[in-house]
């Protein structure tokens, strides 16, 4: 067992979560697999089971007094602490290393050690996060939220298991070399597709519905927390028999065999689910030769290619952002007939391997849930807010419905000026991310290292500078003035009544949205959907970065009744105001879609008639909503189509001084080219 001391919730402890604790598993058994992806939604145990797994972990030998952790078997020769001739070894234990959200660019790949810069006048490195995880676990929480600039950073450590660093006058590499895992809830928003994809394995966690079961989850945490050594003691034996497999798991896994036959029912179930590259062809063999020697065999079994598959594709079938990971396991089951296989049939030390264990391990390969979103049987999921399918007998829903075509390239929005928002892809941004454009005084952002030289250099005969560093001072500190891109608000204002859908072009108005929704998945902003029909108007998603969510919402919105276009205009004002105290410095972008006609409330265009309830476009009403949206950066969509046209969208953007954009001109030319072709 190693030497460390239980200081987090044992590993053994934890409920249920069989798949998660695999995968784990497999990972630390073989670090190749590539990491680990864990999905599910909050109160679930994701990052106590993560932060468990390091007290599984065996100690390392190191090169003594290096800061990079190198094997004193084999050390690093570009090693900034090298080179390691007869190298002392020392033993420690593998570190869990935490990259939170907010970290900066410095604190993850290391940077000039400023101290030394400025005191002894020399350049010397310090290591960041990606040094101190070499030969350990680099674990990110809430991973989907990691700013750009960072996942581009851990995708090139990722990929060539070296940290490069080349700035300030800074060049320095290094090995990096890490278990790689990231917890996420998906309501937040999705990963990139770059880093989705550098993860070897993917967990869904959910919360059991057992009582019984959550009962126990109960009862232990309380347990742990009234008396934590005392609790991490009674788990002592299970969690020395976990760490002595993974030691023998490892030991074992150079002698397992991936037959000739067990890698064709890799490859042909890979191709089978038309996945990207070949990354996934690895990734599953590196994984079934894991779960071979975690359960001590000498041979790949069609047992353990099945749950490699189950654990190394469902996030690499994804074809479109709004794609729900997931596996058809009937698919599966299918491509393992066409494709079965015994040991017997694969060369092998063994000449022929055991029958897959009857306990499965740490996983039975049975889930509550499929993961391509279909329940027991079959069954249809319930929808957001707990609907399942309509049963026998039940009322047909009188809001007429209608699906959304494939998405295109749509024009780019910005918000004009330079804001100070949240880092992303859309407008032009100050902030701690992109090139730098000059420097500035203050406590926020990196340091300007020769700006604050040059700040300091006039000063050193008055300070009485004597030796080889500068004298400096906290006036003379400059800070980084960065210009790079911020996500912003895109708050999508839709036209869902009658006037919309009796044309028929509410299928291709929802594919708009979709469109600019991919567009805003893509720019990291957060997006919100007002729609309105009938009487009123609702808030059909408040502002969130899980475009994923809009996407569903717009897909069931239903569709019918009159016009009222001042209530969802009234609806987003409030929208606006809301998010404005919530979220000050991100900007909105408000994207109204309709055909401009109100058959209901305040009318846009032209004056009402006598005796009518309903005043015009130059009314007090609509005078209002128009002054909630100066200085907010607006465009409606005209979807107006037809040989006679009111233009009444056009007195609509005028009215909010807005951009006019027709339907037809959404998107690029590329994207209107594939519609054309499509057609």
């Not at 700035?167 to 990231?182: C, D, K, T, Y």
């Not at 179930?269 to 994984?287: E, K, N």
């Not at 499965?360 to 319930?382: H, I, K, L, M, V």
């Not at 909105?588 to 015009?616: I, N, W």
Request: charge should be negative; hydrophobic fraction near 40%.
């Amino acid at each position: 067992m190693p030497s460390h001391r239980f200081a987090a919730y044992p590993f053994s402890a934890v409920v249920g979560m069989a798949d998660l604790k695999l995968a784990l598993l497999l990972n630390a058994v073989s670090p190749a697999v590539g990491g680990v992806l864990v999905r599910g939604e909050k109160g679930t145990a994701k990052s106590t089971v993560v932060r468990a797994l390091a007290a599984l972990l065996p100690d390392l030998p190191v090169v003594e007094g290096c800061r990079f952790s190198c094997d004193p078997a084999a050390p690093d020769p570009e090693c900034p602490d090298g080179p390691h001739a007869a190298p002392a070894a020392a033993v420690r234990p593998a570190r869990l290393v935490e990259l939170p959200v907010g970290a900066s660019e410095d604190r993850l790949t290391g940077s000039l050690d400023l101290e030394r810069a400025l005191t002894e006048g020399v350049r010397a490195y310090e290591p960041g996060l990606l040094a101190a995880a070499h030969r350990g676990v680099l674990y990110v929480d809430e991973v989907n939220l990691l700013h750009d600039h960072l996942v581009d950073l851990l995708l090139d450590a990722a990929a060539m298991g070296r940290a490069f660093v080349e700035r300030e006058g800074v060049s320095v590499r290094h090995a990096a070399r890490f278990l790689l895992v990231g917890t996420m809830n998906p309501e937040e928003g999705e990963l990139r597709p770059q880093l989705l994809d550098r993860f070897g394995l993917t967990v869904e966690a959910a919360a059991t519905r057992d009582p019984a079961e959550r009962a126990d989850v109960v009862r232990r945490r309380l347990a742990y927390e009234a008396d934590p050594e005392g609790f991490a003691l009674s788990y002592l034996e299970q969690e020395t028999a976990l760490s002595a497999r993974i030691t023998a798991a490892r030991a074992l896994l150079p002698e397992v065999v991936l037959g000739d036959a067990a890698l064709g029912a890799i490859t042909a179930i890979c191709a089978g689910f038309d996945v990207d590259g070949l990354r996934a062809d690895l990734v599953t063999a590196r994984t079934a030769l894991a779960l071979a020697a975690w359960h001590g065999r000498l041979d790949v079994t069609e047992e353990d290619v099945r749950q490699a598959v189950r654990l190394a594709l469902p996030h690499r079938r994804r074809r479109d952002p709004f794609d729900a990971p997931g596996l058809d396991e009937q698919r599966l089951d299918e491509l393992l007939e066409e494709n079965s296989f015994t040991p017997d049939d694969d060369p092998g030390p063994s000449g022929g391997g055991a029958p897959p264990q009857a306990d499965g391990g740490e996983s039975d390969g049975q889930d509550s849930q499929e993961s391509d979103g279909r329940g027991p049987e079959g069954q249809a999921p319930q929808d957001a807010e707990g609907q399942g399918g309509r049963g026998e007998g039940a009322p047909t829903p009188v809001p007429q419905q209608s699906s959304a075509g494939r998405p295109f390239r749509p024009r780019l929005f910005t918000v004009d000026g330079v804001g100070e928002g949240a880092p992303g892809r859309r407008s032009k941004a100050r902030g701690t991310t992109g090139r730098v454009t000059g420097a500035a005084t203050g406590t926020q952002g990196p340091v300007h290292l020769t700006a604050t030289l040059r700040a300091a250099a006039p000063h050193q005969k008055a300070r009485g500078r004597s030796g080889p560093g500068l004298v400096v001072s906290g006036q003379d500190v400059r800070r980084a003035v960065r210009e790079g891109r911020e996500g912003n608000l895109v708050l999508f204002v839709v036209d869902a009544s009658g006037s919309m859908a009796a044309r028929k072009r509410m299928s291709e108005v929802k594919t708009a949205v979709l469109s600019l929704l991919l567009d805003a998945y893509q720019r990291r902003d957060k997006v919100g959907l007002v729609t309105f029909r009938g009487t009123g108007a609702e808030l059909a998603l408040p502002p969130t970065s899980s475009v994923e969510a809009g996407a569903r919402r717009l897909e069931r919105m239903p569709t019918g009744g009159r016009t009222p276009l001042a209530a969802g205009l009234h609806r987003a004002a409030r929208v606006l105001r809301t998010e404005a105290l919530r979220d000050p410095s991100r900007r909105p972008l408000v994207v109204v879609v309709t055909d401009g006609r109100a058959t209901h409330g305040p009318v846009v265009g032209s004056p009402a008639k006598p005796g009518s309830s309903r005043a015009d476009h130059r009314g007090p009403d609509l005078l209002t909503v128009a002054s909630a949206f100066a200085g907010v950066r607006t465009v409606v969509v005209d979807c107006e189509s037809g040989p006679v046209r009111l233009g009444l969208a056009s007195d609509l953007a005028m009215a909010l001084g807005a951009e006019l954009v027709p339907l037809a001109g959404l998107g690029s030319l590329a994207g209107v080219v594939r519609e054309m072709r499509a057609a």
